[in-house]
């Protein structure tokens, strides 16, 4: 099922949610330029490396510390692929721009960056020593989706379902769209549990189970649920 349009149209212009859209889309143009060895460092600089980043906590090394830290903000704006990319700025384009419009374009941001860091470390706590770099604004998003559920859980979801060899569309509420995503999410990152990798597919589970959870938390101390105009 792929999210097309929300019923509700913002009140202010998302200039934050664009910009962090054009900024995901440049960062992987940057990407595409790099020969394989430089993609590789620069994976390994600005991705979330969890054995680098248990190390860092070990250490005792502020200066360690502090650098690996924040990987947790730039693994964010890298990704994997187009199709890990146009997933992520599809989702983020159709929910983002309302949740901007309720929080306030400063308090959108600091949402966002902090649903992302936040998820990061919630994949990082089920898989302390992988090598594998995480990277993707999936944590983050998956924060917006959290404060969309609980902001607007009634907004009909325009869906792309396919039958066999056809497909339709059906309008599904935000409750039901959403509340499935996230299920998905955690039964897939409880069976997770039982691999040696915590590394299904790919994909990082507890980041998006985890993003889900502190954007259902983090929201409404941010004024989400607030009636006062912004």
């Known amino acids: 099922m792929v999210p097309l349009h ?3 149209p913002t009140e202010i212009t998302p200039w934050v949610n664009y910009g962090l859209i054009v ?7 940057y990407m595409l330029m790099l020969p394989p060895g430089q993609l590789e460092n620069f994976f390994q600089t600005f991705a979330v ?21 924040l990987t947790l903000i730039t693994s964010q704006f890298l990704h994997g ?10 989702f983020l384009w159709v929910f ?3 949740i901007e419009d309720k929080l306030g374009r400063m308090a959108y941001l600091f949402f966002y960056l902090t649903c992302g860091a936040l998820a990061a470390l919630a994949q990082w706590g089920v898989a302390m020593q992988s090598s594998i770099p995480a990277v993707g604004a999936s944590g983050a998003i998956a924060g917006v989706l959290g404060a969309y559920i609980l902001r607007f859980p009634k907004a009909r979801i325009l869906t792309l379902v396919p039958l066999g060899f056809f497909i339709t569309t059906f309008r599904i509420p935000a409750l039901f769209f959403l509340g499935f995503w996230f299920f998905q999410q955690f039964l897939y990152g409880f069976a997770s549990l039982h691999t040696t990798t915590v590394e299904t597919g790919g994909v ?3 980041a998006h189970a985890g993003g889900f959870v ?4 983090l929201g409404p101390l941010l004024g989400l649920l607030s009636s006062k105009p912004r």
Request: hydrophobic content about 40%; overall charge negative; aromatic content about 10%.
């Open 49 to 69: 490396v969890p054995e680098q980043l248990t190390a860092s906590f070990q250490s005792g090394n502020p200066a360690q510390l502090g650098g690996e830290s």
């Open 81 to 90: 692929g187009f199709l890990h990319l146009g997933g992520n700025m599809l």
């Open 6 to 8: 929300d019923n509700n």
């Open 23 to 29: 900024a995901n889309v440049l960062v992987f143009g």
């Open 204 to 206: 990082a589970y507890w």
């Open 96 to 98: 983002g721009n309302n």
């Open 214 to 217: 502190v954007g259902l938390a």
